[in-house]
DNA sequence: TAATTTTGCTGATATACATCAATGTTAATA
DNA sequence: TATTAACATTGATGTATATCAGCAAAATTA
């Protein structure tokens, strides 16, 4: 919890965006920033909050969730290198999404100001600050057009890839989730993700044990997708 | 389809992003821009296509929305001010969504060249693109909320506070859309928004007569849309 | 003006999916 | 280690919503 002796200027976890800077503009990150550890299950950011921060993940997976009374719908499975709360770039604005941590978790949550600040000074960061939303907005376009067209079966494959190509980047993978969450990333009832589950398993496109599982046929998941 | 002798100086027209931008900047975005007029039904920008202009509607209604084979998803019904294709300002993007007009459109497409040297020297600008794309975020995430968790009538209802509270901003207004594509933005079957409008026509929630609709019982709307 | 296409409307039927209920299994806690 | 709670699983049932079919009305085109 305490504020990093972590120095930026030779942080080897820096993501993109902070790859160009200026050792001053550096020094003015590290003046503002905290180093945070969060628990397995701690809320990052609650939905409905003032946004007044950055958050830069260094290490762990963390869910990002839109909440809702019966049911969360979640957003976006992500770890390192991962910036988040930029809706805190325009003041007087309000989190719409709730993050909490799937595992132990290192931040860093740097105040908004100097971020502002950085984009002023440094072109190229205020760029990668503009890719990052722009990527923010493809990837809830994509879960829009996910959610809206395809099925069950296809919704699950979809996830099962995105663990496979992104999350884990490895076809054989041990879940950080409960099949409740991934009911949530697919957005339909969790008794619905396990008998899918099942079928893809008895269909050999996937093994299932528990919360391991390893992608088999990847095309096969690929036509389901479609 | 002549390049404007509208003068950018002089544009009564403009957004809150070009308010505040100096003589020369306002100049630059002159020489740098086309006045295109679009008909009814037209295509605006294709999805797939390179994104590499910015657009900004001057006059008329047009419909933002995600192509599929099967069933379109219209993520938005857009005016008067409304800056598109802000996806450009990464290059190598491509759009992921189409627009086509609903009536006769006026549009400045400005070359994102200029935009983009503009967000560099003008920070007020710069900070109006930011809040720009938020907003994007914002309005996709509350769709996603809406297609994710509520039924049919709240999604009917959702739509009709929009219609009346932000495209028309009236409570009595007649449609430019389809009930097709009503169905499109409420990601429903279209027989599904002529049996609701006709069952909220009857419970005198609203008034419909083919494309025009009052806006009877505000709150009956609002408590729907929950 | 007639002919054709698109849009709007209505009821009947089908189905994808959620909900419910009951039970086993693992993990957290005392 | 016993106790509780959360998670996982399976089958049976219900329902919201899509699909189908057929026709009327408007709008476009010939």
Redesign the interface.
Known sequence: MANGSANCLFCNNKSVCFNELTDDELKQIEDNKVEILYKKDETIIKQGSFASNIYFIKKGLVKIY?E?S??N?I?EIAGKSKMLG??S??HT?HY??SVTALEDIVLCQINVEVINKI??TN?FF??Q???S??S???K??????C???KQLNGRLADALICFSDEIYQNNKFTLNVTRKDLASIT?MATENVVRLLKEFNDKKIIKVSGKNIEIINYSALKELSK
Chains 1, 2 share one sequence.
Do not use: A, Y
């Open positions: 839109i809702n019966d049911r719908l957003l930029l809706t770039l325009n604005k719409k999404f984009m002023i072109q205020n760029t600050v503009i890719k939303l722009n923010t907005i493809e809830i376009l994509d879960k829009l057009h959610i809206s067209h957005n």
